[in-house]
C-alpha cells in the first residue's frame, strides 16, 4: 500500500493547478549563470539572490513546491528568518536536490552517470527534519552518433529508481528526473524514440525497486527537436508528439508530470505546456504541469542583477512568468500576456 502522505505531498504541491520552481543550482551552476549575467560569484549573492525569489508577493499562487539546494536549504533571510520557515509562511512546500551532479561513465566515451547513492539515506532523513517534503535526482542523457548506449540508460534509470525507493521510505515525494538533453542536430523523431526507450527502462527499474508509483513526480523533458536542429516542428507538433510518447508508457498510476525547461525560453516552454493542456486535459490520467527553473528564474535574474533596488522589478518578473505557467496547466495561457506584461 502506498503511503497516504506521499499522495497528500502531490495533491498540495500541485492544488490550485500550481507548479513547481525549480530553485536548485548547484553553487557551480548558480555562478555559472550569474557569471553570464555578469553578477558577483559569492555566497551572500546567491542567498540573496534565493531570497529575492522566495519573497515575491503571491508567489503561492503559482508555485506549489520549490526545490532548493544543500547551501540553500540552510540559508536565512537578511533578517535572519530560515528560508525553510519563509516558503512555509508563504502557503509553498520546500522540496531539495540531493542528486551529486554527473560524472563520466566508465568505459561509455561522452557518457555521464548521476552520483550521489552514497550516504543517500542518512541525508534524506536529515532533510527531511530540516523541512523537505520532496526531493529531486536528474540524470541525463545526451544523444549523439552513438549515444546513448543501453549501459548509461539502464545505469541512470536504476540509480533514478533506487534513489525513489530511499525517498519514499522516509516519506519524501521523489521527483524523477531523466532528462534528454536537448543540445545537438538532433530530429524530434530521435528525441522521441530515445525519451520513450529511457521512460520505458525507467518504469521497469521502479517496478523493480519496489517504488510505489502513485507516490511520485516525473519530471521528463518534452519531446523537442535538438536545438540546432534545421527543422524546428511547430508548439502544436511538440505538443503532440510529447503527449503521445508519455501516453506509451507512463503508467496512469502517476500523479503528476512536471516537465524541465531544459534550455527553452520561459516563452516556448509556456506555449508548448499550454498546447499540451488546451488540447487533452480531460482526457490524461495525470496531471501536465512544470517543474521549471531557468523558464521562470532566467530574466529576473538578469534584472536583479545583485542590486536590491532592483528587488521589485526582478519579483514582478517571476510572478509573470509563474503566472503564464500556472495559466499554461490550465490551457489558458496566450502570447497576448506576454505583451500585455512589456
Ligand atoms: P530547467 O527548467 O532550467 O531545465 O531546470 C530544471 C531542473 O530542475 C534541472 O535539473
Given at each position: 500500500m502506498y503511503s497516504n502522505e506521499l499522495v497528500d505531498t502531490v495533491r498540495a504541491l500541485f492544488e490550485g493547478d500550481?507548479?513547481?520552481?525549480?530553485?536548485?543550482?548547484?553553487?557551480?551552476?548558480c555562478n555559472k549563470r550569474f557569471a553570464a549575467a555578469g553578477i558577483v560569484q559569492n555566497e551572500e549573492n546567491r542567498r540573496a539572490y534565493r531570497e529575492m525569489i522566495i519573497t515575491t508577493p503571491d508567489l503561492n499562487e503559482f508555485i506549489g513546491g520549490v526545490i532548493l539546494y544543500d547551501e540553500t536549504i540552510r540559508q536565512a533571510t537578511c533578517e535572519g528568518t530560515p528560508f525553510v520557515q519563509v516558503i512555509r509562511e508563504a502557503g509553498i512546500i520546500p522540496g531539495i536536490k540531493?542528486?551529486?551532479?554527473?560524472?563520466?561513465?566508465?568505459?561509455h566515451s561522452g557518457e555521464k552517470i548521476t552520483a550521489g547513492l552514497d550516504g543517500l539515506r542518512e541525508r534524506l532523513t536529515e532533510y527531511s527534519k530540516i523541512g523537505a517534503r520532496f526531493a529531486k535526482w536528474r540524470a541525463v542523457i545526451a544523444l549523439g552518433e552513438d549515444i546513448p548506449s543501453r549501459g548509461c540508460i539502464g545505469a541512470n534509470m536504476q540509480a533514478l529508481a533506487r534513489y525513489a525507493a530511499l525517498c519514499q521510505e522516509v516519506?519524501?515525494?521523489?521527483i524523477i528526473e531523466p532528462e534528454v538533453l536537448m543540445e545537438g542536430t538532433h530530429s524530434l523523431a530521435r528525441c522521441r524514440e530515445v525519451s520513450e526507450e529511457v521512460l520505458r527502462t525507467l518504469f521497469i527499474?521502479?517496478?523493480?525497486?519496489?517504488?510505489?508509483?502513485?507516490?511520485?513526480i516525473l519530471k521528463p523533458n518534452m519531446i523537442l527537436p535538438g536545438l540546432i536542429c534545421p527543422h524546428q516542428e511547430s508548439v502544436d507538433e511538440v505538443a503532440e508528439a510529447t503527449v503521445r510518447?508519455?501516453?506509451?508508457?507512463?503508467?496512469?498510476?502517476?500523479?503528476?508530470?512536471?516537465?524541465?525547461?531544459?534550455?527553452?525560453?520561459?516563452?516556448?516552454?509556456?506555449a508548448r505546456l499550454n498546447a499540451m493542456n488546451a488540447k487533452f486535459k480531460g482526457d490524461l490520467p495525470w496531471i501536465?504541469?512544470?517543474?521549471?527553473?531557468?523558464?521562470?528564474?532566467?530574466?529576473a535574474m538578469e534584472i536583479w542583477n545583485s542590486q536590491k533596488s532592483n528587488i521589485p522589478a526582478a519579483q514582478l518578473a517571476i510572478s509573470h512568468r509563474a503566472k503564464c505557467c500556472r495559466d499554461a496547466r490550465r490551457g489558458e495561457y496566450s502570447k497576448a500576456m506576454e505583451i500585455e506584461s512589456r
Open positions: 500550481r507548479g513547481l520552481l525549480a530553485m536548485d543550482e548547484s553553487d557551480h551552476t540531493v542528486d551529486l551532479g554527473e560524472e563520466d561513465l566508465a568505459a516519506g519524501l515525494v521523489p527499474e521502479l517496478f523493480h525497486q519496489g517504488v510505489t508509483l502513485e507516490g511520485l510518447t508519455l501516453r506509451r508508457v507512463v503508467p496512469a498510476a502517476v500523479p503528476a508530470i512536471a516537465f524541465l525547461s531544459g534550455g527553452q525560453s520561459g516563452e516556448l516552454a509556456a501536465l504541469t512544470f517543474s521549471f527553473a531557468r523558464a521562470i528564474q532566467h530574466p
